[in-house]
């Protein structure tokens, strides 16, 4: 018994623009971005001039980072999250600053919706097991 063929999506090549057909299940794992390994390869060395979010300062990105990055260094990046209070901890925990100081917002969150202040041995678990998702 003969499968029937996985289907096939238009796709424009990241590198050199050309229209190709990627296959849905690539689509879906986050390949299917460029029309042959030669331009995957390129776009990987490839370097594109961006401008810092925090400091204006002009600086190189791999093609293939451009759409993730926004700062030309971490000191740019850890200036720019502390704007407006909010800052990351090293486990990946969103802090807001209050007037007791910074707090994890997942906890602020859980207080919220229970409408009382969580207790010191109240442990906030994160469904997605995402800790920057609340």
């Known amino acids: 018994m ?37 331009c995957s390869a390129a776009a990987q060395t490839k370097q594109v001039e961006l401008c810092c979010e925090t400091c204006g300062k002009k600086y190189k990105v791999k093609l293939s980072k451009k759409e993730r990055s926004k700062f030309c260094c971490p000191r740019c990046k850890s ?7 909010i800052t990351h901890d090293k486990h990946g925990y969103i802090l807001i600053k209050t007037e007791m100081g910074y707090r994890k917002r997942a906890r602020i969150v859980m207080e919220q919706k229970l409408g009382r202040p969580l207790q010191r041995g109240e442990v906030v678990h994160h469904m997605n097991r995402d800790r920057a998702d609340d």
């Open 79 to 85: 200036k720019f999250l502390r704007k407006g209070g």
């Open 2 to 38: 003969r499968r029937s063929p996985r289907p096939r999506i238009k796709r424009i090549c990241r590198y050199c623009g050309d229209e190709f057909m990627a296959k849905q299940y690539e689509i879906e794992r986050g390949r299917g971005k460029y029309c042959s390994t030669w």
